[in-house]
């Protein structure tokens, strides 16, 4: 069975401060893992993904995320944080079943950034 | 042009009642989802068709019956609705294997 585990339900930081979400997952299977974002009354979206090959990803808005497969851990990182970050993050772990994806998604965590 | 789109956004009724929610896609997607989001934000997955065929059916009470007339639209009955039903429910979609979902802007259902 795949779990995923954020360990922060809020993280409060101020603008152009660092920001670490911290995510852990479990699978007995092979590990594809993605963060969504959530803005307010909106549907989900993909912040980035890793799926294989390099453990660093990147989005086009500057966060990072890296897979740690001996800490089990996908934390998604941004070096400065604006205004417009604010929303919820969800960390989700992907199973695919006959052309179907199976995302089993945290808890999410609150990010509020302020000035 | 909205990619997946879902209707009502809003809709509030008493419990016992049967309702439907709509979703609709113009991505050319051969899957399409349903997720619940509860008051505490947390996403499970309740239902997938790969076109039109059900694939995942988590553990849903049978009062839920998704139908999906085509590949563009995958729609959510609810029967007898309980005040537990109150909830967001998300319409998604993707194409092939762990690809990214598309979701739409969800469906708040308050059941009074």
């Known amino acids: 069975a795949q779990s995923v585990t954020q360990l922060d339900s809020q993280v409060p930081v101020f603008e152009e401060a660092p920001v670490e979400l911290r995510c852990n997952y479990s699978s007995s299977v092979s590990v594809y893992l993605f963060w969504y974002v959530q803005y307010p009354n909106q549907g989900l979206q993909l912040l980035l993904k890793y799926l294989s090959g390099s453990t660093l990803v990147e989005s086009i808005n500057g966060f990072e995320a890296e897979f740690n497969k001996s800490q089990t851990s996908f934390h998604l990182r941004k070096p400065s944080v604006h205004i417009s970050d604010t929303a919820e993050y969800f960390c989700a772990v992907s199973g695919a079943i006959q052309g179907a994806q199976k995302l089993v998604f945290g808890q999410g965590t609150r990010l509020t950034i302020n000035p | 042009d909205t990619a997946v789109s879902q209707t009502p956004k809003y809709l509030v009724t008493q419990m016992g009642n049967d309702k439907s929610i709509k979703c609709e896609q113009n991505?050319?997607?051969?899957?399409m989802y349903w997720y619940k989001q509860d008051s505490k934000k947390f996403l499970k997955i309740m239902f997938s068709?790969?076109?039109?065929?059900?694939?995942i059916n988590e553990t849903v009470p049978n009062r839920f019956s998704p139908k999906s007339p085509d590949k563009a639209h995958l729609n959510l009955h609810i029967n007898s609705l309980e005040l537990g039903d109150s909830a967001v429910y998300f319409c998604a979609s993707s194409q092939g294997d762990y690809s990214p979902l598309h979701f739409g802007n969800g469906t708040r259902l308050t059941v009074t």
């Open positions: 068709y790969n076109n039109k065929e059900l694939i």
């Open positions: 991505l050319g997607h051969d899957t």
